[in-house]
T-cell receptor, first 113, second 110 residues
Framework: DSGVTQTPKHLITATGQRVTLRCSPR?????VYWYQQSLDQGLQFLIQ???????AKGNILERFSAQQFPDLHSELNLSSLELGDSALYFC????????????FGSGTRLTVV | GIQVEQSPPDLILQEGANSTLRCNFS?????LQWFHQNPWGQLINLFY???GTKQNGRLSATTVATERYSLLYISSSQTTDSGVYFC????????????FGQGTRLTINP
């Protein structure tokens, strides 16, 4: 157990729907990062939050949004889902802004049908 | 340009063999890490190795930051070592983030 908890582990949903992925960081970690891993794109950075504030944005679609709550857990919201959104979504956390190492959760496998 | 490049893309070995995986990284990347993604998709942090050498059991890693490369050594491979090995580095280009190589898929046959 890495200490980073992601739920749910698996999610199957239809095109056009909206889902929410949840991440609880390791105790004491202030930064949360979201990554998408699809077959053809590898691991792509989506977005980072640090202590409740958005700090960095990567290749995140406008249909996707995220937030980090006062208790430091984070949610990634994916809407108007398309088949191509099927992927593994990882959350990672770090104590600082990530320069000294990330710890990843076990991921949420999203299948859009 | 490519910030983190891994080789080889695929490696198939017999149980008991040794292997060396390579990661080249650009000037804009530092603070290397190695990860193992097992067949169930879990990403396991193996080493945080910005420079120097570290060892953990049958695995060891060396980063030569001045020459922009890192090596992961696996000795006496076991079938449970199978999976994809990623190196990743921290970059300040654009958003501050960890950027990943495309991975080396390692298959250890019994």
């Amino acid at each position: 157990d890495s200490g980073v908890t992601q739920t749910p582990k698996h999610l199957i949903t239809a095109t056009g729907q909206r889902v929410t992925l949840r991440c609880s960081p390791r105790s004491g970690d202030l930064s949360v990062y979201w990554y998408q891993q699809s077959l053809d794109q590898g691991l792509q950075f989506l977005i980072q939050y640090y202590n409740g504030e958005e700090r960095a944005k990567g290749n995140i679609l406008e249909r996707f949004s995220a937030q980090q709550f006062p208790d430091l857990h984070s949610e990634l919201n994916l809407s108007s889902l398309e088949l191509g959104d099927s992927a593994l979504y990882f959350c990672a956390s770090s104590h600082d802004r990530g320069r000294y190492g990330y710890t990843f959760g076990s991921g949420t496998r999203l299948t859009v049908v | 340009g490519i910030q983190v490049e891994q080789s080889p893309p695929d490696l198939i070995l017999q149980e008991g063999a040794n292997s060396t995986l390579r990661c080249n990284f650009s000037d804009s990347v530092n603070n290397l890490q190695w990860f193992h993604q097992n067949p169930w998709g879990q990403l396991i942090n193996l080493f945080y190795i910005p420079s120097g050498t570290k060892q953990n059991g049958r695995l060891s890693a060396t980063t030569v930051a001045t020459e922009r490369y890192s090596l992961l050594y696996i000795s006496s491979s076991q079938t449970t070592d199978s999976g994809v090995y990623f190196c990743a580095g921290f970059t300040n280009q654009g958003a501050q983030k960890l950027v990943f190589g495309q991975g080396t898929r390692l298959t250890i046959n019994p």
